[in-house]
């Protein structure tokens, strides 16, 4: 199949990562696929919105406009099938026409509903005619799709989002670590999400001997401690594989929201096997954990806690080995492969 994808490209979000992971495997399946991703200048409006790479591949067309009705300026009329990543910022309603006439030249769409609020997923339900919707699992049906469940038709399907294969076998570990424990986080969330493992880390830092290395592509961090290493560097996906098949644990920053929401970071990084430590917050409610908050992931929700569960990832084998195989079978359930497969069948 000719297949179309709508969305964000080559960018630090997790639509992007999404559409990136999605379109590789269906390449591999054999598929043409074409990707319409909005003017640069448009999207980087958006503090979502980070370029990765310099330079886009030769399938993707920058042609519509970011929070516009009207911009849409891709041409949908050669395609045998239609994936839209659904977010606030698109031009729904000139979309929508060009969707409209997709649809009655036989092409299927199906849309990935990534919006965690019922007004702008209204806006897009509303104005885009599509024969499916994907949500990434129950919360966006009683959340988000209950509440407009009388105005739209198309089928409704839980589709989890993808975990992606490391990109590389290759670990690196920075000589600064050399000898110590290497703790990594990286991104450029804001600085109060940091607070927790810094506190936790001071909790701790006489019995274990560590680094912590942050890697930020924006914005400085106001901390200094002699374990404390920043990096300012904003990472392309298979230098952080190789960072983390090299750290010893994940420290992931994500802060309190009311919003039906995931971390597209835990599954980019979930196969790397490095165990990932992340808050109880809504960005990890999708991952299950038993009642002491171990699984695929290991959440806390207190500092002491946080301090206590750093340590026994670093020093009790059996613990990190049972977090491992939990995060394994995690991320082989919901392989990037499979998921494509899923939506390719969908569209078939």
Known sequence: ????????????????????????????????????????????????????????EENVERCYVEATDTGFYCSLHDIDALIIEGYARLPARALGEQVAAARRRGSPTIMILHEGEPAPAARLLKNIPVDHVAVFDDRWISEILYPLRDSFEADVHII???????????????????????????????????????????????????????????????????????????????????????????????????????????????????????????YTEDIPVDEQ???????????????????????DEELRGRVRRMASRFAEERSADKIARRIADILS
């Open 1 to 56: 199949m000719r297949i179309g994808i709508v969305s964000r490209w080559n960018a630090t979000c997790g639509v992007a990562v999404h559409a990136e992971m999605i379109a590789k495997e269906l390449q591999s399946m054999g598929h043409e696929v074409r990707v319409y991703a909005p003017t640069i200048e448009s999207a980087s409006r958006d503090w979502h919105h980070k370029l990765v790479k310099p330079v886009d």
């Open 160 to 282: 989890p989002y993808p975990c992606m294969k490391p990109l590389t076998d290759k670990p690196y570990r920075p000589g600064f670590a050399e000898g110590k424990r290497l703790i990594v986080s990286f991104g450029r969330q804001p600085v109060e999400e940091y607070v927790d493992y810094i506190k936790a880390l001071t909790m701790i830092e006489g019995r274990e001997d560590f680094i912590y290395w942050v890697i930020r592509s924006d914005g400085p961090l106001p901390f200094e401690k002699p374990w404390l290493r920043v990096t300012y560097a904003r990472l392309e996906t298979r230098d952080v594989h190789s960072i983390l098949l090299g750290a010893d644990l994940h420290l992931l920053p994500k802060g309190w929201t009311r919003k039906v929401v995931l971390s597209s970071t835990i599954y980019m990084t979930i196969a790397t096997l490095t165990p990932i430590i992340a808050p109880y917050t809504r």
């Open 293 to 315: 908050g171990y699984g695929p992931v290991v959440k806390y929700m207190r500092v002491r806690e946080l301090a206590r569960k750093i340590t026994l990832l670093l020093d």
